[in-house]
Structures are given as structure tokens and as C-alpha cells.
């Protein structure tokens, strides 16, 4: 079984800080059932896509405040589906796979997947997961207030928007509060752990590597909208360091 043999009949509602709305993209029935069971115990509304393109269409046409999505779905892969979505919204997204393999995992957060689940999960895992992406961003929103402008660079939080040279770069929301973090306190070194702790949470059970797959998307998304040096170093063996000054 897929799933912790619970009985999940018991879905009375419990005291809980998150009331949002739940995308779950899924075909398997069973893990529908057991996740929208579990969810909506913990004061979540969900909604059920069971193919890639109706959820899609949900996705954009709604305003979910996390997306549960397959890797394998029928009509539009997990992968397809991550990409579309990116070129319009950027709702967090944990993705469930069975495929356990770090380059697969890495291919999903690469292509802005916030977090992933393997299968076989445990549904108390997997609402662990989705109340540690929500609380992330709602804690960042809370308390990032201050707009930094750091050279040709302006990021705001309140409208959690960056602009370099005028022009408006287009961040994931891990992205975002990356920047924010680094830049936050420009010439200090961050090492991997810490910038797990303070973007992802400390409930977050991720690895090292999750770090550097977004910041290298980060970095890539900065040098391409200026000519200047790289504002986000690498400091080898240690993390990362966001820097004003061509090094």
C-alpha cells in the first residue's frame, strides 16, 4: 500500500493555521481519495484534476495556493505541465514521483517544482511538505517589508517583483526570496544549510543539492538580464554570497 493504513473515514476538521485552496493532479483514484481525505482534515479545500491538461486549465484558471502534482499523468506530463504553468503563474508546486532517482528530482526542481514527494509516501508526509512551502512563503511575506535596491537591481518584496536596469525578471518564488536572502546582506558568505533553513524552512527534508539547482536557475535568469559580472558568487565548499562588485 502506498499510503499509511489509517483510517481515513475520520476527516472531522481539525484546528489548523491554512484554510487555501489545494490542487491535487493525480490519475490514481486511491491516492486521491486518501490525500483529499487527509488535506481537507487539516482545514484545506481541494480540487482534483485526474490529467495533466484539465489541471492545467484549473491551474491557470483558478487561483490555487499550492499545486500536488504527478510526474506521470495522462494527456500532459508532470513535467509539460510545470513548464506551461511557469510561463504564467508561479503557485508553488510539490511534485509526486515515483521516479527516486536525483537527476529525475533535480529535472523537476530545475523546472520549478518547489518541493517533490516519493512514492511510496506517507499522506502525513506530504501534508508536512505542503504546510512548510505555504508557511515559507506566508512567513517571508510577513517579514520581508523593506524594498532593497542593490546597484542597477530593485527587489519588492511587497510586490515580490525584481527589476534589473529597469526591466522586471521573472522569478520562481523560491527564486525570489533566494535573491532576497543573498541580497539581504550583500558580501556575506550563506552556507547551503543555512539558506535551507531560511527559504525552504527548517522542516523542510530536502538535501544540499535543492540549493544549488535554484540558485544556479537564479543566476542564470541575472547574467542574462545584464552585461555585468554574476551578483550571485559561489564560494567553493562553502555556499553562496551576493556581491555589488565585479570579482
Known sequence: MFVD?????DTAIVMSEFSGQIL???DDQDIVRVVKAYLERE???VEIALDGLSGLDKA???????????????????LEFIKRLRQEKHTPVIMLTARAEEPDRVLGLELGADD???????PRELVARVKA???RMRNTTEREQEALSRGSLLIDPMHRSVRMEGRRLDLTTLEFDLLYT???????????DELLDRVWGRDFEGVDRVVDVHVSNLRQKLDAASDQPSLVL???GIGYKFTEEPE
Open 5 to 9: 493504513r489509517v483510517l481515513v473515514a
Open 24 to 26: 491535487v493532479v493525480e
Open 43 to 45: 482545514g484545506f479545500s
Open 60 to 78: 491557470l484558471d483558478g487561483s490555487p495556493e499550492l499545486i500536488v502534482l504527478d510526474w506521470m499523468l495522462p494527456g500532459l506530463d508532470g
Open 116 to 122: 517533490y514527494v516519493a512514492k511510496p509516501f506517507s
Open 133 to 135: 512551502v505555504l508557511r
Open 182 to 192: 543573498l541580497a539581504s546582506q550583500p558580501g556575506r558568505v550563506f552556507r547551503r
Open 234 to 236: 559561489t564560494v567553493r
